[in-house]
């Protein structure tokens, strides 16, 4: 009678328990949840780590897990004894579900995959590219990160093509999710721009929250744009990704 009972002490001990041991001899941790982002810091075996969220990134030896420490940086799950598969604290950002490539995907999410790139600063090139959170690469342009936050094919569709996969919608239609640009023929390059609707900014709705990579002096920021702004001789329009649930 005494194994199960220390086995049902252990069990319910586990989750007050704040500081995990690290299994790996030599573990990496990045600045976002896959292996393709940049090394901040990292572990040697017996290292505890505290975590402050957890978040599904990159899948390593089958599991997607990844912990945000409270050293500021992500770790695989893999290499850290939470006594567990599944979390052991909250997640890190309201992403309530995992979609996939093309696949139905929620408002929370879009918001949740965009403010990766905002939060990590992502720079501006219209020719490189970023991973998202589970380490699938995106251009990092205006355009790049609307399909990056709404998940559809990689390395994204540009200010042009776009409008293949978003719905035109009145301004006061927009919700969190949607997005705002200046899209289709002659919107390549730089004549044309493109931003994730985060909230309105004000009671009169004229003015939103952006998520959006906004250029090369920026990168990848919040900011805030009148409705109707312009981008040369295009005036911008509201769209809804044609997948959102
Ligand atoms: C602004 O938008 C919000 C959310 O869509 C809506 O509830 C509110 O009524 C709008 N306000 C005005 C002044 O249109």
């Not at 976002?32 to 990159?58: H, M, N």
């Amino acid at each position: 009678m005494l194994l199960p009972t220390l086995a049902l002490f252990v069990a319910v001990a586990l989750p007050i328990t704040s500081a995990y041991p690290i299994t790996g001899t030599f573990v990496n941790c990045r600045s976002g949840p896959s292996t393709k982002f940049d090394v901040v810091r990292s572990y040697v075996l017996g290292d505890e780590v505290t975590l402050t969220c957890q978040i599904a990134g990159e899948t390593v030896t089958g599991d997607y897990l990844w912990d945000l420490t409270t050293d500021g940086c992500y770790v695989a799950d893999y290499f850290v004894k939470t006594g567990t598969v599944g979390m052991v604290t909250e997640a890190c950002a309201p992403i309530d579900g995992r979609s996939s490539m093309n696949g139905p995907i929620s408002r929370d999410e879009i918001l949740a995959r965009g403010q990766v790139w905002i939060d990590l600063h992502v720079p501006y090139s219209q020719s490189a590219a970023y991973p998202d959170p589970a380490g699938t690469d995106y251009r990092t342009d205006c355009s790049g990160f609307i399909a990056m936050a709404v998940h559809a094919s990689a390395p994204g569709e540009s200010t042009v093509g776009l409008i293949d996969i978003g719905t035109e919608i009145a301004w006061e239609d927009l919700q969190p999710g949607d997005f705002v640009g200046t899209l289709g023929p002659g919107t390549g390059g730089d004549n044309g721009h493109v931003t994730l609707f985060h909230s309105w900014a004000d009671n009169s709705n004229t003015t939103y929250n952006t998520l959006e990579c906004r250029g090369t002096a920026y990168g990848c920021v919040a900011y805030q744009r009148p409705i109707g702004w312009k981008d040369g001789s295009f005036t911008s329009k509201p769209y809804r990704y044609i997948h959102v649930e």
